[in-house]
């Protein structure tokens, strides 16, 4: 049997996450506002990167609230993962600059992949890069320059080395596959989305189902915290000498606390 989720339930609502909601407009409205700190000094590149990759995580935070505005839940969790890559090459790069050249040979990597894949006779989707590209002559450069970045210890990395490099490993381990389940559909996540079980054990397939408002408030916990740890952690790096982050962070501290206090209290006792 299948249905449409319950319209009438509006998790936008929940006290929580409202004040989720309107902290994450504010975190992201207080980095906007601090972008006119950033200076580009000692290696311009680097830090324009860094500040690039900043700027994806702000935007896809916002993009996050957005789609709780519009209802649209399950996409939060797609938006997070790349999200949280950013946030690795991030904390990778602020505290290795030259971490941009295994940035620049994972571009090399993938480009050559592709034009490899659009010589004559080889892959139909891609036959109008000849058109477009020498591609022999770009496969060159891009080999080369991939192959001298090799030689310099800055090979492209996979995306277990990023999380190691940058000491999360256990969040490899843990947040990371549970995202990844979402952005490839595997049955958890269509089950988490669309299927249930009544009373009477019929099964039902739902569209537009809402989640449990426990997820949502994880989740939304957790892209507040990645975007507040990347403004600390690029304006530190910078040394804007920004104190604006310091409270949203005890914001989102207290509502996380309250929330594990409304938790307990909600548990039976043993």
Known sequence: MSQIGDASVDLRTDLVVRRQVQLLERVVDTCLAETSRFSFRD?????MVALALHGTIIELAHGCGALVQSTDYMCIPILMRPMV???????????????????????????VKLLEQSLPGKNPYLKGLAGQHDVPEELREREARLA?????GRASMTIFERFRRAKREDEYRSVYPLLCLDAH??????????????????????????????????RLDAVIATVINSALSIHSAFKTGSTAFAPLAEERASILAELKVSLRSTMPEA
């Open 85 to 111: 890559e950013a946030s690795v090459d991030l904390a990778n790069l602020l505290e290795d600059p030259a971490y941009v050249k295994n940035m620049e040979a994972a571009d090399h990597d993938r480009f």
């Open 148 to 152: 001298h970045l090799e030689a310099e």
């Open 185 to 218: 559909n595997n049955f958890s996540a269509l089950a988490e989305r669309h299927m249930d079980e009544r009373p009477d054990g019929q099964r039902t397939v739902s569209f537009f189902k809402l989640p449990a408002v426990a997820t949502l408030r994880h």
């Open 43 to 47: 290696d311009p590149f680097a830090q």
